[in-house]
């Protein structure tokens, strides 16, 4: 396993980051505004700050792909958050195109509906590392594990351990620090779905620790955190961290509740589940078009 120490934020970063925790509110708010006057707007966030964001669609699975890029470093090193297979070209154009060098492919978890384009990004362009948890057991160049910081340029995405759609979940927030986007975002995968979650029902679910991990790790975040799902049926595109803990209409109840409506959801399984679930388990290093449960 090649661990992240390469990518842990440094302890300068980090001191910059718990001093700015233990400002009080007002101080912060003048802080952030002071930094909102020297710093670049972002491209299509609220956020002020050096990021460059876009969130991207594949429509078959309803599946969002995030790019991130810090555009003040001058190599502008980019990431992609959960890419889909047949979207990958689309991904490869955007980020030519703004110029950026995209260093990293990461996946939320294993995916069960859709092959992930992380195989497909590391043939087509030269020096990406895939990434995934550790906790997944799947293949990638890289492992992450809850507490862990990946940077880009000057901003990094801390990993928070959300198990429970499947054993080895994450969600990916940006950094807590002047210097980082605010408000914070949250990328959650399936843990955290717009007024929604991810389904508990196959590959190591459990809606308990569902449950749990929403509440800890995502429902603990500032209320204005943007959460970005890595699905949405329904046409909503971001949501806060607030308004799920108001209107979510599965995780504002209590546990057992939610329990029961996990266990009655009677989804049909994904359609692409038995060829998507081993591609992703090689992180999409693949070729689908041959028989999924043969070794490469
Ligand atoms: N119909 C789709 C699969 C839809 C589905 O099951 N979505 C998953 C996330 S992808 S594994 C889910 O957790 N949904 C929760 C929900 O409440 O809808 C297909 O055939 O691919």
Redesign the pocket.
Known sequence: MLRLNHLRLSIFNACKVSNYTNLDFATKKQFRSQMANYTTSSSSSSSSSNLLFRQLFEKE?STYTYLLADLTHPDKPALLVDPVDKTVDRDISIVEELGLKLIYAINTHV???HVTGTGLLKSKVEGVKSMISKASNSKADLFVEHGDKIQIGNLFLEVRATPG?TAGCVTYVTGDGLDQPQPRMAFTG?AL?IR?C??TDFQGGSSSQLYKSVHSQIFSLPKDTLVYPA?D?KGFTVSTVGEEMLYNPRLTKDEETFKNIMEN?Q?SY???IDVAVPANMVCGLQDVTKDPTKPL
Do not use: I, N, Q
């Open positions: 699975s995916h069960a509906d759609h399936d779905l929604g991810g389904r699905h049926y959801l989804l994904p359609k692409m």
